[in-house]
C-alpha cells in the first residue's frame, strides 16, 4: 500500500455539490503505517548492498586471477547495486511524502487539507 492509494481512500466524493468529511486523524493514521512499512523495506535494502558488496568483494579476491569471472562479477554486482539503489528512491520517496502529508493533516483545515490533497494526488 502507497501513498497514492491512501490519498484515494480518504479523497471524498463530491455529493451533491458538496464534499464528504475528511477525517484527517485516520488518514494520518493510516500514512503512518505507510511511512514504517516504506522505512522497514528502506533498512532491508540496505542490508541487501551490504550483503551484496561483501559476496562482491569476496569473489574479486577469491577469482582474482580470472578476467572472464570478474567481469561477470562486477556486472552482475552492478546491476543488482542499481536496480536496488533505485527501489530505494523510491521508498525514501514515499516515506516522504508520507510524512509531508502527515505534517498537512496536523497543521491545515479540512478545506485547506483538501485542497492540498486534491493538488498533490497526481503528483503521488
Not at 516504506?38 to 577469482?63: E, H
Request: glycine letters at 8%; a positive charge.
Amino acid at each position: 500500500m502507497g501513498v497514492g492509494t491512501v490519498l484515494d481512500r480518504y479523497l471524498p466524493e463530491t455529493v451533491a455539490g458538496e464534499h464528504a468529511k475528511l477525517d484527517g486523524n485516520a488518514l494520518r493514521a493510516e500514512l503512518e503505517t505507510v511511512r514504517l512499512s516504506s522505512a522497514a523495506d528502506f533498512k532491508v535494502c540496505v542490508r541487501m548492498l551490504i550483503v551484496i558488496f561483501t559476496i562482491a568483494c569476496a569473489m574479486l579476491v577469491w577469482y582474482r586471477g580470472d578476467a572472464a569471472v570478474l567481469s561477470i562479477v562486477t556486472g552482475t554486482g552492478g546491476v543488482t547495486v542499481m536496480g536496488t539503489v533505485g527501489y530505494m528512491v523510491k521508498l525514501w520517496r514515499e516515506k516522504y511524502t508520507a510524512d509531508l502529508i502527515g505534517v498537512l493533516c496536523l497543521n491545515a483545515d479540512e478545506k485547506q487539507l483538501l485542497k492540498l490533497l486534491k493538488l498533490l494526488r497526481p503528483k503521488v
